[in-house]
C-alpha cells in the first residue's frame, strides 16, 4: 500500500477522483487552474466532472481491473462522496495516495461507527443507541425517549433514510418504513441553529478551517448556508475547535466537513462528519482567497494550505430541479443582480430535489447576502 506523498507533486501531474458529480466537477477546475490534471473514475459517462476533467475511466467501483489501471494513471487520487466502496479506495491506494483513506470511510459511511468515533475520542454528540432489533428499538426508545429521528446507518443524505419519532408508539411503524433495516435512535435536539465547519488538513497535520457556516434546509434539503454565523463568539470557537480535533483524531488529509446542532443554550453537538467538500462551503469559491476545491487539491498535491479566511459576508443558494418545472429559468433577470454569481452542474435533466446548480452572493453583511440570493432565485422563475 502507497502512505507517502511525493511532496509537493510537480505542476502537470495528474490527479484522480473516485465519482463524477458536481464536487467532482468543481475539483477538476480547481486542480486544473493550479496546473495540475485530473483523471476521473465514475460509474457513469457524461457526468458533470467527466465533462470538464482531462480523462474519464467509465467503470463499476467494484471492477477492480479498471480500479487499478486508473490508480496507476495518477499521482494521487481523492473522492467528491463518502460512499465510494472502502474495497476500492484501498484496492487504488496499493498503487496511488488515496484520500482520505479506507480507513476514514470505514468509519464515516456507518453512522454507527460514526457516532462511536465520535463518543470514543470524547467529542460531543447528540445521544445516540444503536438498533439492530425489536428489542434494541423498544429500550432506545424508553431509555433515550422521544421526539428522536431513527435513522439508518448508511446512504442516508437530503433527508433519506430517516423518519422523525414523535412517541415511543410510533417507533414500530418508523422503523417498519425504514425497512427494519440497521439504524441508530437519535434525541430530538431543540436547537438554535444549525452549522457546519470546514476544515482542510495537510498531510504533515497542518489544518486551515472556514466557518461556522449557518445553514437553513427546506425539505431536509439544504437551502441557503451564510458565512460568518450568527452563533456567539464562543460558540464559533468551540465548533472550531471540535471540527479541528475531528480531523486530527481521524487522521483525514483532504476536507472533512463537520456538521453541528448549536443548542439553544449555546453548546455545540456535532451531527455528521462529511470527509469531502461540502454544499454549505460552496460559498467559498467567492468568498474567501482559497475555495475548500482548491484545499482540496493543495492537499492532495501536498502543496501549502491557502487562505481559508472570507474576505467579507457570503450566501450561497442551492438551485434545485424545481425551478425547471415550468420549463428553462429566465437566466437573463440575472443581469440584474451583478453581485449574484451563477454556477451550474451541468446535469442533463432537472428533477425535483435534485441540485442542478447555486448561486452566491458577496455583501456587507450575512443577512443582506442570504436576502440577495434569495431574491435572484425567485426572479430565474419562467
Given at each position: 500500500m502507497?502512505?507517502?506523498?511525493?511532496?509537493?507533486?510537480?505542476?502537470?501531474?495528474?490527479?484522480?477522483v473516485?465519482?463524477?458529480?458536481?464536487?467532482?466537477?468543481?475539483?477538476?477546475?480547481?486542480?486544473?487552474r493550479l496546473?495540475?490534471?485530473?483523471?476521473?473514475?465514475?460509474?457513469?459517462d457524461?457526468s458533470?466532472?467527466?465533462q470538464v476533467?482531462?480523462?474519464?475511466?467509465t467503470?463499476?467501483?467494484h471492477?477492480?481491473?479498471a480500479v487499478?489501471?486508473?490508480?496507476?494513471?495518477?499521482?494521487?487520487?481523492?473522492?467528491?462522496?463518502e460512499n465510494?466502496?472502502?474495497?476500492?479506495?484501498?484496492?487504488?491506494?496499493?498503487?496511488?495516495?488515496?484520500?482520505?483513506?479506507?480507513e476514514?470511510?470505514?468509519?464515516?459511511q456507518?453512522?454507527?461507527?460514526?457516532?462511536?468515533?465520535?463518543?470514543?475520542?470524547?467529542?460531543?454528540t447528540?445521544?445516540?443507541?444503536?438498533?439492530?432489533?425489536?428489542?434494541?428499538?423498544?429500550?432506545a426508545?424508553?431509555?433515550?425517549?422521544?421526539?428522536?429521528?431513527?435513522?439508518?446507518?448508511?446512504?442516508?443524505?437530503?433527508?433519506?433514510?430517516?423518519?422523525?419519532?414523535?412517541?415511543?408508539?410510533?417507533?414500530?411503524?418508523?422503523?417498519?418504513y425504514?425497512?427494519r433495516?440497521?439504524?441508530?435512535?437519535?434525541?430530538?435536539?431543540?436547537?438554535?441553529?444549525?452549522?457546519?465547519?470546514?476544515?482542510?488538513?495537510?498531510?504533515?497535520g497542518?489544518?486551515s478551517?472556514?466557518?461556522?457556516?449557518?445553514n437553513?434546509?427546506?425539505?431536509?434539503i439544504?437551502?441557503?448556508?451564510v458565512?460568518?454565523?450568527?452563533?456567539?463568539?464562543?460558540?464559533?470557537?468551540?465548533?472550531?475547535?471540535?471540527a479541528?480535533?475531528?480531523?486530527?483524531?481521524?487522521?483525514?488529509?483532504g476536507?472533512v466537513?463537520?456538521?453541528?446542532f448549536e443548542?439553544?443554550?449555546g453548546?455545540?453537538l456535532?451531527?455528521?462528519?462529511?470527509?469531502?467538500?461540502?454544499?454549505?462551503?460552496?460559498?467559498?469559491i467567492e468568498a474567501?482567497?482559497?475555495?475548500?476545491?482548491?484545499?482540496?487539491?493543495?492537499?492532495?498535491?501536498g502543496?501549502?494550505?491557502?487562505?481559508?479566511t472570507?474576505?467579507?459576508?457570503a450566501?450561497?443558494?442551492?438551485?434545485?430541479?424545481?425551478i425547471?418545472?415550468?420549463?428553462?429559468?429566465?437566466w437573463?433577470?440575472?443581469?440584474?443582480?451583478?453581485?449574484?454569481?451563477?454556477?451550474?452542474?451541468?446535469?442533463k435533466?432537472?428533477?425535483?430535489?435534485?441540485k442542478?446548480g447555486?448561486?452566491?452572493?458577496?455583501a456587507?453583511?450575512p443577512?443582506?447576502?442570504?436576502e440577495?440570493?434569495?431574491?435572484?432565485?425567485?426572479a430565474l422563475?419562467?
Open positions: 502507497i502512505d507517502e506523498f511525493q511532496t509537493p507533486l510537480p505542476f502537470g501531474s495528474t490527479l484522480g473516485f465519482g463524477g458529480g458536481q464536487l467532482g466537477r468543481m475539483f477538476a477546475e480547481a486542480a486544473q496546473g495540475y490534471r485530473v483523471h476521473v473514475f465514475a460509474p457513469e457524461g458533470p466532472a467527466s476533467a482531462d480523462w474519464q475511466t467503470a463499476d467501483f471492477d477492480f481491473r487499478e489501471e486508473f490508480a496507476k494513471s495518477v499521482a494521487a487520487i481523492t473522492l467528491e462522496f465510494v466502496p472502502v474495497a476500492a479506495a484501498e484496492a487504488a491506494a496499493r498503487f496511488a495516495p488515496v484520500c482520505p483513506s479506507g476514514v470511510l470505514f468509519t464515516v456507518d453512522r454507527s461507527r460514526e457516532k462511536r468515533f465520535l463518543v470514543g475520542s470524547g467529542i460531543p447528540t445521544p445516540t443507541a444503536q438498533v439492530r432489533t425489536a428489542d434494541e428499538l423498544h429500550a426508545a424508553t431509555e433515550i425517549g422521544t421526539p428522536a429521528v431513527l435513522k439508518t446507518t448508511k446512504f442516508g443524505y437530503d433527508g433519506k433514510g430517516q423518519r422523525v419519532v414523535k412517541s415511543v408508539a410510533e417507533a414500530d411503524d418508523a422503523w417498519a425504514l425497512g433495516h440497521k439504524c441508530v435512535w437519535e434525541k430530538f435536539i431543540d436547537f438554535r441553529r444549525e452549522v457546519s465547519v470546514i476544515v482542510a488538513r495537510g498531510a504533515d497542518t489544518m478551517t472556514c466557518g461556522p457556516i449557518e437553513s434546509h427546506a425539505n431536509h439544504l437551502d441557503v448556508s458565512v460568518p454565523a450568527a452563533s456567539s463568539d464562543a460558540a464559533a470557537k468551540q465548533a472550531i475547535g471540535i479541528r480535533q475531528v480531523a486530527h483524531e481521524l487522521g483525514v488529509v476536507i466537513c463537520v456538521e453541528f443548542t439553544t443554550a453548546e455545540m456535532v451531527n455528521e462528519i462529511a470527509p469531502r467538500p461540502h454544499n454549505s462551503g460552496h460559498l467559498t474567501c482567497p482559497a475555495s475548500q476545491f482548491e484545499q482540496q487539491v493543495r492537499t492532495l498535491a502543496q501549502p494550505l491557502g487562505d481559508f472570507p474576505t467579507q459576508p450566501a450561497m443558494a442551492n438551485l434545485l430541479g424545481d425547471w418545472t415550468s420549463g428553462e429559468p429566465n437573463r433577470r440575472l443581469d440584474e443582480f451583478p453581485e449574484v454569481k451563477l454556477h451550474l452542474y451541468g446535469k435533466s432537472a428533477r425535483s430535489g435534485r442542478m447555486h448561486l452566491t452572493a458577496l456587507d453583511t443577512e443582506e447576502a442570504a440577495l440570493v434569495r431574491v435572484a432565485r425567485v422563475a419562467p
